[in-house]
Antibody, heavy 120, light 108 residues
Framework: QVQLQESGPGLVKPSETLSLTCAVS?????????WAWIRQSPGKGLEWIGS???????WYNPSLKSRVIISVDTSKNQFSLKLTSVTAADTAVYYC?????????????WGQGTKVTVSS | EVVLTQSPATLSLSPGERATLSCRAS??????LAWYQQKPGQAPRLLIY???NRATGIPARFSGSGSGTDFTLTISSLEPEDFAVYYC??????????FGQGTRLQIK
């Protein structure tokens, strides 16, 4: 069974960088599939942040592209999110997820989510 | 960017009744539409992918239909555990992948 687990600080100061990691178990990232970060806030609902392939190819939401970096570490079987210059609008629950080839590239496995608050 | 509009925003029904949820896209997404269920404090759960295919382990009472711009999620006979928020997602024209704003299915 594929499992994903987000980790990182729950509180980030405005203008600083939000950094999260998603550890994957039960499946090797090197085997394929796309991996994604998604966030959910009361004001904006569910928002796709970006995706990465095991090769390192990335795709970002144009609305966040200038502030987002997603990277993958196949040796640790994990991928990461960095979001720079955060503001209160970036306060949300952040999820990592897999886009499964066998499910039409929908997000088929999700982490439990981690709440990140941007506040001084 | 493809905008997905879900209706109604809130649907109040009783267990045993049939639920019909709608998702309309601002442009054709072919059949590249998925449906999710989310309960409080939980991540979304994939129900339907590619408009009409049930994901593994999803009960047969859940069905999806539609193509192009108009899609429907139907729950044939509501069980108590079905009361939740439902979202649609499109992956036809990306980036960005986009979600609808959700339909809250509540007990009447």
């Amino acid at each position: 069974q594929v499992q994903l687990q987000e980790s990182g600080p729950g509180l980030v100061k405005p203008s600083e960088t939000l950094s999260l990691t998603c550890a994957v178990s039960g499946y090797s990232i090197s085997s394929g599939h796309y991996w994604a970060w998604i966030r959910q806030s009361p004001g904006k609902g569910l928002e796709w942040i970006g995706s990465i392939y095991h090769s390192g190819d990335t795709w970002y939401n144009p609305s966040l592209k200038s502030r987002v970096i997603i990277s993958v570490d196949t040796s640790k079987n994990q991928f990461s999110l960095k979001l720079t210059s955060v503001t209160a609008a970036d306060t949300a629950v952040y999820y990592c997820a897999r886009r499964g080839a066998s499910t039409g590239f929908a997000f088929d496995f999700w982490g439990q989510g981690t709440k990140v608050t941007v506040s001084s | 960017e493809v905008v997905l509009t879900q209706s109604p925003a809130t649907l109040s029904l009783s267990p045993g009744e049939r639920a019909t949820l709608s998702c309309r896209a601002s442009q054709s997404v072919r059949n590249y539409l998925a449906w999710y269920q989310q309960k409080p404090g939980q991540a979304p759960r994939l129900l339907i992918y590619d408009a009409s295919n049930r994901a593994t382990g999803i009960p047969a009472r859940f069905s999806g239909s539609g193509s192009g711009t108009d899609f429907t999620l139907t729950i044939s006979s509501l069980e108590p555990e079905d009361f939740a928020v439902y979202y649609c997602l499109q992956r036809s024209d990306w980036p960005p992948i986009t979600f609808g704003q959700g339909t809250r299915l509540q007990i009447k």
